[in-house]
């Protein structure tokens, strides 16, 4: 399985970034797929995630209101659309994909293949 995330920037605070996740070389609905980040100098956190048929999605409180994922079965690709960005959203954002009998998760250990990381700068 291969993870390509895309559409970092950097923008001020208060615009919108639209991330997106395309992932080949296995059937794309056998996977719940989750967004974590990493800000310099911490660890990886999660930030949302979206379960194998779309219907259920976790958020980090922090993120709730302002980011939305969702999936396309079809084209093989999760967004994450970030809306009212903040400084503290600044980080590298990485997508994976995990599929170990849960239908969605939190923990980053339940994940299997991880993205390259698109970097999110947000200016004050």
């Known amino acids: 399985v291969q993870l390509q995330a895309s559409g970092g920037g950097m923008v001020q605070a208060g615009a919108s970034l639209n991330l997106a996740c395309a992932q080949s070389g296995r059937p794309f609905h056998q996977y719940f797929i989750g967004w974590f980040r990493q800000a310099p100098g911490k660890e990886r956190l999660f930030v949302t995630a979206?379960?194998?048929?779309?219907?259920?999605?976790y958020y980090e409180d922090s993120v709730k209101g302002r980011f939305a994922i969702s999936r396309d079965n079809v084209r093989n690709v999760v967004y994450l659309q970030m809306n009212n960005l903040k400084p503290e959203d600044t980080a590298i954002y990485y997508c994976a994909a995990g599929s170990k009998g849960a239908i969605i998760s939190r923990l980053l250990n339940e994940y299997d293949y991880w993205g390259q990381g698109t970097l999110v700068t947000v200016s004050s």
């Open positions: 979206i379960s194998k048929g779309g219907g259920t999605t």
